[in-house]
């Protein structure tokens, strides 16, 4: 018998995710089952659970994929000299998410199935970890470009670096929400509103 390659066998992964994500988005966590995401990817079940035993995997490698996604994206600004301004990355960061229709999804989408997930952590355990292993890895991706942009002399040291991560992260996810909620999140919107915050001089208001 011949061997199966790991192409195969990656692309095959992706093709699940890929199905179990639109069954999320249609139907919500508890509204989809695994006989829904059979139906959805033309597979049998054999097949599917060859790489993953339940709902609960494809919850979590969905959600664990999307945060690598996003992490390598800091990561990857964050060897840049001199690294993009946040205006800048946010922007990049979110176009990625949104533009890039992550498994074929569109942009709406995409956002609701990312707010579902946080949703489902507050009674999930697994996942719960799965997004604390996360955001803990974005915080750091995002300290280390902090440290970056002082390097370059483009931010003080007066903050603490994680307290800009944090404030950046939590600007990405509520631009994730307003999307998934409202609809026309534009990514152009978060960079020329960054950039205006970012233009602020408090010397001319005293």
């Known amino acids: 018998m011949a061997r199966v390659s790991q192409e195969h066998l990656d692309a095959r992964r992706r093709q699940i995710l890929a199905g179990a994500a639109r069954c999320f988005a249609r139907n919500g966590f ?15 079940a054999g097949a599917v659970y060859r790489y993953f035993a339940g709902k609960e995997e494809l919850i979590a490698a969905i959600a664990d994929e999307a945060f690598n996604g996003i992490r390598r994206a800091f990561e990857e600004a964050a060897e840049l000299s001199p690294p993009p301004t946040p205006d800048v990355l946010l922007g990049r960061v979110l176009r990625r998410v949104f533009d890039g229709q992550v498994y074929g999804m569109e942009r709406r989408v995409c956002a609701a199935l990312i707010v579902q997930v946080w949703a489902e952590t507050l009674r999930d ?4 970890r799965t997004l604390d292993e996360g955001y803990t890895g974005m915080r750091a991706a995002w300290a280390k470009l902090v440290e970056a942009y002082r390097a370059a002399g483009l931010m ?29 999140a534009e990514p152009g919107a978060l960079e020329n509103g960054l950039r205006g915050l970012m233009s602020m001089n408090p010397q001319k208001a005293s």
């Open 156 to 184: 003080s040291s007066e903050v603490p670096a994680d307290d800009v991560a944090r404030t950046l992260i939590a600007a990405a996810q509520g631009f994730i929400a307003q999307e998934a909620l409202f609809g026309g």
């Open 30 to 44: 508890h509204g989809t089952s695994m006989q829904d995401v059979l139906k959805e990817v033309g597979l049998s």
């Open 125 to 128: 355990d697994r996942l719960a």
